[in-house]
């Protein structure tokens, strides 16, 4: 099983960004993924999660309103749509898999991409 995230760049306060993780080896139609990002310095925390078929959501108080989770189960895909981007938004991000519910914590999360590195200048 592999996760790969994708999207990642040097923005602008303000700009929006998409990124996305794919998968291999797995499907998504059986998996919850999550977004998680970590900032230079301190610890990952949870940006948001979807369900396994796409119908269910949340987020982490720093993405409500601004970021939108999606996910395309045919492709394999899970979307991350950032707008308004702040400086305090950039980290790594990483996108997580796992069977069952979301979560917004790391632990119950088995399957990890690399990471996708998203940098905001003020």
């Known amino acids: 099983v592999q996760l790969q995230a994708s999207g990642g760049g040097t923005v602008q306060a303000g700009d929006s960004l998409l990124l996305s993780c794919a998968s291999s080896g797995m499907s998504f139609n059986h998996y919850a993924a999550g977004w998680f990002r970590q900032a230079p310095g301190k610890e990952r925390e949870f940006v948001g999660g979807?369900?396994?078929?796409?119908?269910?959501?949340e987020y982490g108080d720093s993405a409500k309103g601004r970021f939108r989770l999606s996910k395309d189960n045919a492709k394999n895909m899970v979307y991350l749509q950032m707008n308004s981007l702040k400086p305090e938004d950039t980290g790594v991000y990483y996108c997580a898999a796992r069977k069952g519910p979301i979560r917004t914590t790391e632990g119950p999360y088995d399957n990890w991409g690399q990471g996708t590195l998203v940098t905001v200048s003020s």
């Open positions: 979807i369900n396994w078929s796409g119908g269910v959501t």
